[in-house]
């Protein structure tokens, strides 16, 4: 059977199937199995391939799995963030999209065609546009950012500074998606309204006071060569390019200093807000006009959690230096229409890459028709099950809980929703793929249809705020109706975890994989997004609800908080020699807990699902030599371990590290230590001797 499961829940299945012959003769049997054979030596050799054999994993796990990963790592389009090997992902749905890019007969049948021959009519244009290098003065885009504000590095004495707003020209411009000094995210429940987080200035390197403090920094020749690049299109002199970015520069030094007085921390900076009696910042409802029809969310009750105080120092500061914000703000939007290529051979990647984001919804019916297989809908269920079942068997067993609290815990396990694939909710998606016929391409103008491009994609992101008058309150974010993306995830206010469709391929998840390599990758991330529900955020929530009140009782919760101190300062000892600066223990504390819990009970998980091969006969036994990997010398267990860090084989430049650090998620070379490190179970498996790096023999770090 092929079928396709769009919205799954252990033991309820909404399903759309259609048959399929499968031949039952000896010979297709033994052609299964040879091809099964085949592509296991294939991705064991793929395996071996990441690893670092030089290094002893019980010294540096990380290196020893990951250590060659960027050296025969495939040679595709990125964009300005890290490569890693979960994320790698998007390259094999990129191959999905541009084969369902012409699959004309399932749109038929889809009832989507006009909007696939929109798509393609994109995509096409995109190919044949020049995006590398990138035209910066393309009148279609020094027209836009006339409109919006100006361009006084460009139009000089024509620029009118006292006209200018830069809160104005800022909230234009989170109508092409730039976040450029409003920082605009959505919430993701009822009535789905903007919240903001605070700017994160520069362009290809994000900029700190003291990354910046002198010109010969990565920081500084990165965004001074970015700027240089697009005022070169304007033939701008070499002294007024030089002045221009000393002017944005000097506008950024001036804005950080005024997020470094609380240290960029949302909650101290409301406090100085409170001690100084800082008045409300007025100029909020122009950014409601302009962004959202003139609907502000604070009338529904929503706090939009801005700091009042940042926002009237940023406004001194602006004032103070109009030329350098405007130009920063210009040459901002010019950045996100830019492809930032690094050679014409990457034209392509784009062009596929852009068509599944801005046509998110279309390709996500297509890919879950055609590509979501049924054969490994049992299965996938089963491994959730499995560490749902070693979650509890831990709430159950953990010996600190209170009686009362353990029944509470329980209660929560036993309501969480398992969603794999995605969630369905056929008339928002139906409107939002009926949307795409209102695009208006320009046949002759790339750019142009690029300016109307960007702005759908942000109607889309804020279609549910601005039709949430006309949605049931139980209305789900978009992103947990979109299976064609890498992404889980655990929502709090649902208690359910969501492993999206998308996210099911290598080095996630392979039907043909041994169950040990299974339960280490995927079976890991189950675990890890289970494990939020009882994170120090999860557990002031039971089931669907805010509780109100912590539902740890005081003993309970002074001990659990004592196990979170454990991982935060375990984190805060990790040391990034790039960028000279400390993992935050703190700010990523639920994220470490979850690494180590998911680990812990996909583990767990799968020693109870070997557990029913004991005691079998010689023929039998052949299923557990299949729990190996051709190619790779490793038990079972040694192979668990490796495919959970092969997840997170990256390659960092120095401005992924300053990215991440503001990050919620640890570095993806610290996340793989820091979970082995705090496992006895690894030290066993891989035989690490007492005293060495991975096995120091100190208490270990454990909530449940």
Same mark, same amino acid.
């Given at each position: ?237 070499? *002294? ?8 944005? =520069?000097? #506008?950024?030094? $001036?804005? !950080?200093?005024?997020? /470094?007085? @609380? ?85 392509? *990647? ?8 801005? =046509?998110? #919804?279309?390709? $996500?019916? !297509?890919?879950?028709? /055609?590509? @979501? ?100 309150? $139980? ?230």
């Amino acid at each position: 059977m092929l079928c396709v499961f769009g919205y799954i829940l252990v033991g309820s299945y909404i399903l759309e199937c259609k048959a399929r012959i499968v031949g039952n003769s000896s010979n297709s049997a033994n052609v299964i199995k040879d091809d099964r054979v085949e592509y296991l030596k294939s991705y064991g050799e793929k395996m071996r391939s990441y690893m670092n054999l030089s290094v002893a994993p019980c010294d540096d796990f990380y290196e020893y799995a990951c250590g060659n990963w960027k050296n025969v790592r495939p040679d595709r389009f990125q964009s300005n963030h890290r490569r890693d090997n979960l994320l790698d992902i998007v390259f094999t749905l990129l191959n999905e999209i541009e084969k369902l890019l012409t699959n004309t007969e399932l749109a038929q049948a889809l009832n989507v065609s006009t909007e696939l021959q929109v798509a393609q009519k994109f995509y096409n244009a995109c190919l044949s546009a020049v995006v590398f290098p990138f035209p910066a003065a393309e009148p279609a885009y020094l027209e836009l950012i006339r409109s919006v504000g100006g361009f006084p590095a460009v139009d000089e004495a024509a620029w009118n500074a006292s006209g200018f707003s830069w809160f104005n020209m800022s909230a234009h411009l989170t109508n092409l998606g730039v976040n450029g000094l409003i920082n605009e995210f959505i919430d993701s429940q009822y009535p789905f309204g903007p919240y903001f987080k605070l700017p994160e200035l520069g362009f290809d390197h994000t900029v700190q006071t003291d990354n910046i403090a002198n010109n010969t920094s990565r920081a500084y020749k990165l965004n001074e060569k970015r700027m240089q690049s697009y005022l070169l299109a304007y033939d701008l002199t070499e *002294d007024k390019i030089s002045e221009v970015i000393a002017g944005v =520069f000097d #506008f950024w030094r $001036d804005a !950080l200093a005024i997020a /470094d007085r @609380f240290d960029r921390d949302i909650e101290k900076c409301e406090q100085i807000s409170e001690n100084e009696n800082v008045p409300k910042y007025q100029q909020w409802q122009s950014y409601y006009d302009i962004a959202w029809n003139g609907q502000n969310f604070s009338s529904e009750g929503v706090n939009e959690e801005y700091c009042d105080y940042y926002y009237e120092q940023l406004e001194k500061v602006c004032s103070k230096n109009p030329e350098g914000v405007a130009n920063y703000l210009a040459m901002l939007l010019l950045y996100t229409m830019d492809a930032k290529l690094k050679g014409e051979k990457y034209h392509k *990647d784009y062009c596929l890459s852009t068509v599944q984001s801005g =046509f998110a #919804f279309l390709f $996500d019916k !297509l890919y879950m028709m /055609d590509t @979501f297989i049924d054969q490994t809908r049992p299965e996938l269920s089963n491994i959730v099950k499995e560490v749902r079942n070693s979650l509890r068997n831990a709430l159950e067993e953990v010996e600190w809980l209170d009686p009362r609290t353990r029944r509470m815990a329980l209660l929560k396990e036993s309501t969480i929703k398992p969603i794999i694939g995605r969630n369905k909710n056929e008339e928002v998606t139906s409107r939002l793929i009926q949307e795409i016929n209102e695009l208006q391409l320009e046949d002759r103008s790339f750019p142009q249809s690029m300016i109307q491009f960007k702005k759908l994609i942000t109607r889309w992101r804020r279609f549910n705020g601005l039709h949430h008058k006309e949605l049931p309150k $139980d209305t789900k974010p978009l992103n947990y109706l979109l299976g064609i993306q890498v992404k889980a995830f655990y929502s709090r206010r649902l208690n359910a975890i969501h492993v999206m469709a998308g996210t099911l391929h290598p080095p996630v998840y392979h039907p043909e994989w041994p169950s040990s390599l299974k339960f280490g990758t995927l079976g890991f991330l189950v675990g890890h997004e289970l494990s939020h529900a009882f994170d120090t955020d999860g557990f002031k929530f039971l089931d669907e609800g805010y509780m109100g009140i912590l539902w740890l009782l005081s003993r309970s919760r002074a001990i659990f908080m004592q196990r979170v101190m454990c991982f935060v300062n375990h984190y805060n000892s990790y040391h990034i020699p790039e960028i000279n600066r400390n993992i935050n223990g703190k700010s990523t504390q639920d994220e470490n807990i979850a690494d180590s819990g998911g680990l812990k009970y996909a583990l767990d998980a799968y020693r109870n699902h070997m557990k029913q091969f004991k005691n079998i006969s010689d023929e039998d036994n052949k299923t557990l030599e299949s729990e190996q990997m051709p190619g790779l010398d490793l038990s079972p267990e040694q192979l668990f371990f490796l495919g959970f860090a092969q997840l997170w084989c990256a390659e960092y430049e120095q401005e992924d590290y300053w990215e991440e650090l503001a990050d919620e998620h640890t570095i993806d070379k610290f996340r793989v230590l820091g979970v082995v490190s705090n496992s006895p179970d690894f030290a066993q498996v891989y035989s690490c001797p007492a005293g060495s790096p991975l096995n120091l023999q100190a208490d270990t770090c454990r909530i449940w």
